[in-house]
């Protein structure tokens, strides 16, 4: 495995930069001439140190040990021009600048062993993100959704945020959540939510019946939490479930503590209004309180949700993300491009750091549903 990603990584390296080598090599013949041709009095040879050593900037642990060796033989001609290879200035200068050269190939070694290993962490991690976050289908009965996902980690490319939709008969159900943190740490809650979600939609009549199954599953697992019964109350999930019928031009949605989505409708942005109840995962709560609003949901009309990531992204004066007046650039978009304009203007604001997680799902009645109501 390793030596396959190290053969990627020389590859790479060798494309990216094969203009590169001239310059070492230019440097140990420029140094190697000058100081033949200079008194025995002046000595150049050290020089030469630095074509192994700017080699490890771009080059391979074996294109360095070349262009080492290379430097090597430059500094043993200079020898025999200047006094032989016995003399000890010279000897010393042979031996100090293979055990530089030696050391370079180390650093060389070392830097690409732990560029590979960050390599297979990302490759992980993008396969856990893939497996957590399954690509949504971009149709599905009436509806054209589409989606997209930005770490605040962008190391590991993964974090707590998360969405998931189920067909269930001749209706669409859709979650989007955001786990308290960010990065590997929230994936353990992402996860399980996102299983009892696939699981519990099919089985549920209604939303707030669907939240309620996905909060005491949530709170069984996080009785498994290992840490005290305060630590155990901090972790929770902000949830939002959505439910649109094929044949009703209506949408039905449970709140459950997440920033409410945005109707797109007739060229107009406006915040869908809700009842929230606590969030997912308040174990000893009561959570009856939660209810189901319904909304008008029209051919044409478009639907964004998002998480808090999104919303609360800073730009470098410390302003927010300013998502309803952005929105209102593009009524008349595709999901696609709608969610595509979101994602580069949000990074533009945020000079892409982001400082939390953010997920995007836009969700739009296609005309054809009219024909079926």
């Keep these: 495995m390793r030596l396959g990603q190290n053969l990627v990584l020389t590859r790479s390296r060798r494309r990216s930069t094969p203009g590169l080598v001239v310059l070492p090599l230019v440097l140990i013949v420029a140094i190697a001439v000058m ?52 003399t000890p200035n010279h000897l010393s200068q042979i031996v100090g600048l293979a055990v530089l050269s030696i050391l370079a190939v180390v650093v060389c070694l070392t830097r690409d062993r732990r560029t590979a290993e960050l390599a297979q962490v990302r490759t992980v991690s ?15 009965g009436p509806l054209h959704i589409s989606s997209t996902y930005l770490a605040a980690e962008k190391e590991a490319n993964i974090g707590g945020d998360l969405y998931a939709v189920a067909r269930t ?39 707030p019946a669907l939240a309620s199954a996905m909060d005491h599953s949530l709170c069984r697992y996080l009785t498994q939490f290992p840490g005290t019964d305060d630590e155990v109350q901090e972790h929770f999930i902000t949830a939002l479930f959505l439910e649109i019928p094929d044949h009703d031009l209506v949408a039905r949605l449970t709140h459950c503590g997440h920033p409410p989505p945005l109707l797109i409708s007739r060229g107009r942005v406006t915040r869908v209004p809700s009842h929230p109840a606590p969030p997912l995962g308040m174990c000893g709560l009561e959570q009856d309180i939660r209810t189901s609003h319904t909304f008008s949901f029209e051919p044409g009309d478009t639907l ?63 005309a054809a549903s009219a024909a079926s109501g």
């Design 169 to 207: 008969g001749d209706r669409t159900r859709v979650l989007i959540g955001d786990v308290r943190g960010k990065g590997l740490a929230a994936v353990g809650e992402a996860a399980a939510l996102m299983g009892a979600f696939h699981e519990a939609a099919y089985r549920h009549a209604t939303l």
């Design 304 to 366: 964004l949700l998002y998480t808090d990531g999104l919303v609360e992204a800073r730009d470098a004066d410390g302003a927010f993300y300013p998502l309803e007046r952005r929105l209102a650039r593009w009524p008349r978009c595709s999901p696609d491009t709608l969610v595509e304009h979101v994602r580069r203007d949000l990074l533009t604001h945020t000079d892409g750091a982001l400082g939390d997680d953010a997920a995007i799902l836009a969700v739009r009645r296609t």
């Design 126 to 140: 993008e396969a856990a993100q893939r497996a957590l976050l399954r690509p949504l289908p971009r149709r599905l």
């Design 35 to 86: 100081d033949v041709h200079t008194p025995e009095s002046i000595h150049l040879g050290p020089l030469l140190v630095v074509a192994p050593a700017i080699t490890v900037s771009f080059g391979t642990a074996l294109l360095t040990g070349l262009i080492g060796a290379l430097a090597v033989a430059a500094q043993v001609v200079i020898a025999v021009f200047h006094g032989g290879l016995t």
